[in-house]
């Protein structure tokens, strides 16, 4: 018997053409959460439930890994923004706010980038 042939979809974000089964619509969860739910927290924006996005396999993967380097970043922030203030030295009051900067800078960085 002959095979059918697969339909071919292009990635909304690297426009890379892939097997139907490999690609991810908005509302379809990878790895338990769906793709709306990344774009979301990637971009700190409210998207519509039925917009139409189309990612493939290696894209989703990619927007799954910026979610939790944004998630572990915020974390950290929070950390660090709980602790209670001592009396500030010179060196060491000055690295933490250097720290807290640099790591707020890294996510604006990988928002872009996305």
Known sequence: ??????????????GSSNEAKHIYSAQKAFVGRKIV??????????????????????CASTMMSTV???????????????MPLKKPRTSGHRKRRTMICWMLSLVIIKKTIL
């Not at 018997?1 to 690297?14: G, T």
């Open 1 to 14: 018997m002959p095979r059918k042939p697969n339909k071919e979809v292009l990635c909304d974000n690297c």
């Open 37 to 58: 739910d990344l774009l979301e927290t990637i971009t700190q924006k409210t998207l519509p439930i039925n917009l139409g996005l189309k990612v493939c396999f290696l």
């Open 68 to 82: 939790g380097v944004i998630e572990r970043t915020q974390k950290l922030v929070e950390k660090f923004l709980a």
